[in-house]
């Protein structure tokens, strides 16, 4: 799902769209209440007093619902274009703020200028043509008020002249007509806003019928402490999308429990889409994995999270500071066991020699700190999670060789008896390996011990 669509029409969904269904819930709703309690009563009043006037002052009304129902298509086309030229300009600014050192290296400004100048432009005429539609579905019923009004005292004043009513009667009905008129173009108005809050809940409905494509199950079986470590795959397959030009085939592979492995291939062969279904952020389409006996399909997915450590090479870091990105989703860790992961991690020192140590802000998405620095980060996380089984994907791409040999002596001594699945193109440094996997073009091609 999150690799189909752009963040920025994610957001714009849940932001915007979300945001005109709730107000038009919550403002119609009181409207709704207010107007009818008042157009009930006027027009009680207005009946008792004249209802030949009545039937006048509301004649011109079947005429601006139809008017109004014609002017529906071009209401909510005109929305859903402006709600998509909306999301075109968030998924611009995700894009560019967050590789803005990027385009500033390759000169890319005045580009991305031009780029942002149209986008703009397009929202523009959305919003000017949206603009003349509104105006038109509120000028028109507006028009035909005024008109309804004029035949009422034209109307009304022969009645007088006649005879047929008095001047009070008459000043009496205009100032009641005047009390249901403010209801009744309400009403329109809403039925105008009711077409703009449509547009945006089937745009949300849009994101809501995706399935979930992992699913918890009912009654998931618990390991519990009783973790070995052993995984089998079992005639794997995934693919991105129906053309099954992406992702793995046919995969079946045996990790014993205390191994270390290595996973290598070129880019693409399906390395990562492999892990991705080791951390179950997908099911296979074909074929079935075990965690020491277990179906994958039946653990509870908080439990294989906490048993199985992820460190990518796209580190993840938040706004905030050192220890609350060492300690995410582990906030009960105490602050001992914090520096004796980030020890481990070969961190601690440069989290020392920071102005406020481990209360010290990093910026968003790490910005303040170097690769290296972010990868370590990283594993300082993972150690703390203290996992069965840990996963690293190219996790010490980014540090020089000396310390990457220091971090793998480390993990060597600190997983032993554990699990251990990487994924690396630097063979030399990861040292001892009890089996090698190599893919290519999404199979199994070689297994060495």
């Given amino acids: 799902f999150f690799g189909r669509w752009r963040t920025g029409d994610i957001v714009s969904r849940l932001d915007g769209d979300v945001a005109e269904v709730q107000r038009f819930s919550t403002d119609s709703l009181l409207a709704v209440v207010n107007g009818a309690l008042a157009l009930t009563g006027s027009l009680a009043i207005m009946l008792v007093l004249s209802w030949q006037l009545t039937l006048i002052a509301f004649a011109l009304l079947p005429l601006q619902i139809i008017f109004l129902r014609r002017m ?157 470590g052993e995984i089998i795959l079992d005639k794997v397959s995934f693919y991105y999308d129906e053309g099954e030009a992406r992702g793995v085939r046919d995969v079946s592979l045996h990790i014993l429990p205390g191994q270390k492995i290595l996973i290598t291939g070129p880019s693409g062969s399906g390395k990562s889409t492999l892990i991705n279904l080791l951390h179950r952020h997908y099911d296979p389409k074909y074929g079935g994995i075990t965690l020491d006996g277990v179906r994958y399909l039946d653990m509870s997915l908080r439990e294989l999270r906490s048993i199985i450590a992820v460190v990518d090479q796209n580190t993840i870091l938040f706004h905030g500071t050192v220890k609350e990105n060492i300690t995410y989703g582990l906030e009960q860790a105490t602050m001992e066991q914090v520096i004796v992961a980030a020890k481990a991690a070969q961190i601690d020192d440069f989290i020392q020699s920071l102005p406020d140590g481990y209360d010290s802000h990093i910026g968003e998405r790490g910005a303040q700190l170097s690769g290296g620095q972010r990868q370590r980060l990283s594993i300082a996380r993972a150690l703390l999670m203290d996992p069965k089984i840990l996963i690293m994907d190219e996790a010490t791409s980014a540090v020089d060789q000396e310390t990457e040999a220091e971090l793998q002596d480390m993990l060597d001594r600190f997983f032993e008896d554990r699990t251990r699945i990487i994924i690396s193109h630097h063979v030399a440094a990861i040292g001892r390996l009890d089996r090698i996997f190599v893919m290519k073009d999404g199979r199994l091609v070689e297994v060495t011990s």
């Fill in 72 to 228: 529906r298509p071009r209401v909510e086309q005109g929305s859903l274009h402006l709600r998509e030229k909306s999301a075109d300009i968030s998924s611009f600014f995700f894009e560019t703020l967050s590789s803005v050192k990027f385009i500033q290296s390759m000169s890319g400004g005045p580009g991305e200028q031009q780029r942002l100048s149209g986008l703009n432009k397009s929202y523009l005429d959305e919003l000017l043509k949206l603009q003349v539609v509104n105006h038109m579905t509120g000028g028109i019923p507006g028009l035909l008020t005024v008109s309804a009004t004029a035949l009422v005292f034209i109307v009304g004043g022969y009645y007088v002249t006649s005879g047929e009513a008095t001047i009070g009667t008459l000043i009496a009905f205009s100032a009641y007509m005047a009390r249901a008129t403010g209801p009744v173009q309400t009403f329109l108005g809403l039925y105008v806003a009711y077409q703009r809050a449509m547009v945006s809940l089937v745009r949300v409905r849009e994101l809501r019928r995706h399935k979930i494509a992992v699913i918890e199950p009912e009654k998931p079986h618990l390991i519990g402490d009783a973790v070995r």
